[in-house]
């Protein structure tokens, strides 16, 4: 009687279901990462989507191939990892037709190289670490093979997901991936040598991130920086996934567009309640507190930005007791709150990031709708007003927005453009109170 047991490793149905979780965890994670280190890709995720597939695609093609591409695995991520360190692919776009949130830089690559580039070196990734999954599938029965399969590729998502909204580093996604992987690899002792090597080479890079203040939250790679004006330090910038985007400094220093809503009505008596969508780190909410608004609802998706904002914000707005925070969704809280506003102001909500993988939709597209307006303006106060002011690049894009807001208000908004700056700032009022004042 044969009493010799296969090791755990060994046996193909953990060996599916461990890979299953690791193709999974790693798809979403190279996805993430990607974006977040080439903006010009944080806005094509799916094109990254589509590459994973590919690979996974064609590593269940490749059982038979005689080449074994599943011990290469480490050695592809690590080369991937320094090509996009060593090549700064975040090119600057020039579209006529469609609006990029970016900084100009130098171009290290063409254009046309950045996707065709991610895009094989992704599939190829893919590919390596896919080519046992098909044997596998084929060793159990069908049934419970699928079921394994299916298992295995939820946990993946559900421990990524929970990886993310604990605000883990990238280098722990490498961990855990090129982890997984070195349990399940059956290469010779050379082989493994070199796939330890790269796997630490891939988590040395990638903790890079975690010397000076980068902070990974559920939605972006952030990184403070000290803000400098005339060689003297006013506060701290902010950049999301490598693109300046807000900035911590004293409401004086705050650039005049974001004050001109209250001098608008700076005659009348300060606004008693004000609900400000895009909060971010607490810039706007200084500029309002600065011209008397006696409290504030201020809403922000991102809870790390919110929390530098009230750690590090000069002006400490959210530790003022007329200031209540609340991380959500701006959409979701317009329709949930039943309260009333002297003011509603979207400020400058530049979410950079793709509602889904499997759009080009942005999270603040949601808030740029008829049918949001509308609620807004069912959360006015008889005599309140919407204020819409945001860097808009293009005119087209504020001539846009004033025929919604006049669709939804039956009123023709007040458009406020400063053509002469950079970027296009703008802003946007309208309501019973814009009204009155005019």
């Avoid at 975040?90 to 065709?116: G, Y």
């Avoid at 330890?196 to 891939?202: A, F, H, M, N, S």
């Avoid at 980068?214 to 004006?229: A, V």
Wanted: proline content about 5%.
């Amino acid at each position: 009687m044969n009493t010799e047991q296969t090791p755990a490793l060994e046996t193909p149905a953990l060996r599916l279901f461990l890979l299953s979780f690791v193709i999974l965890f790693f798809e979403l994670a190279v996805i993430r990462w990607t974006a977040a280190n080439v903006y010009y890709v944080g806005y094509f995720t799916n094109f990254v989507l589509l590459a994973c597939m590919l690979g996974i695609g064609l590593g269940c093609m490749g059982a038979k191939w005689k080449t074994d591409l599943f011990r290469c695995f480490p050695m592809a991520v690590f080369a991937y990892i320094i090509l996009i360190y060593v090549f700064d692919f975040n090119i600057s776009l020039d579209l006529s037709d469609q609006i990029h949130f970016q900084e100009k830089r130098a171009s290290t690559v063409p254009i046309w190289m950045v996707l065709p580039l991610v895009f094989l070196f992704v599939a190829g990734i893919l590919t390596s670490l896919s080519q046992p999954l098909s044997q596998l599938l084929q060793s159990l029965p069908p049934l419970r093979a699928y079921t394994l399969n299916i298992l295995g590729s939820l946990a993946g998502i559900a421990a990524y997901t929970l990886s993310s909204f604990a605000r883990l580093p990238a280098m722990f996604w490498f961990a855990a991936s090129l982890g997984i992987f070195l349990l399940l690899s059956r290469a010779g002792k050379r082989w493994k040598q070199w796939q330890v090597v790269c796997t630490l080479g891939c988590l040395a890079i990638s903790g890079a991130d975690l010397v000076g203040e980068i902070y990974w939250s559920p939605y972006y790679k952030i990184r403070l920086f000290p803000y400098r004006e005339r060689g003297e330090i006013l506060g701290a910038g902010i950049t999301v996934n490598g693109i300046g985007h807000q900035n911590m400094i004293p409401p004086d220093d705050m650039e005049k567009f974001y004050h001109a809503p209250y001098w608008a009505f700076a005659d009348e008596k300060p606004f008693e309640d004000v609900l400000m969508i895009g909060a971010g780190s607490g810039g706007d909410i200084a500029v309002g507190l600065s011209h008397g608004v006696k409290h504030f609802d201020a809403v922000e998706i991102d809870p790390v930005i919110a929390g530098l904002g009230v750690r590090r914000h000069p002006a400490a707005p959210y530790q003022d007791p007329r200031v209540d925070l609340h991380i959500n969704d701006g959409r979701a809280f317009l329709q949930r709150t039943q309260k009333k506003y002297d003011m509603v102001a979207f400020g400058l909500p530049d979410s950079l990031t793709l509602a889904s993988a499997y759009s080009s939709l942005r999270l603040e597209n949601y808030l740029f709708t008829i049918e949001c307006f509308r609620t807004v303006r069912s959360r006015l106060k008889k005599d309140g007003v919407f204020v819409l002011y945001n860097y808009y690049r293009e005119e087209w894009y504020i001539q846009k927005l004033a025929k919604m807001l006049e669709e939804a208000f039956n009123e023709k908004p007040l458009v406020i453009m400063f053509k002469r700056y950079e970027n296009l700032p703008g802003i946007l009022m309208v309501g019973p109170k814009e009204v009155g004042h005019n």
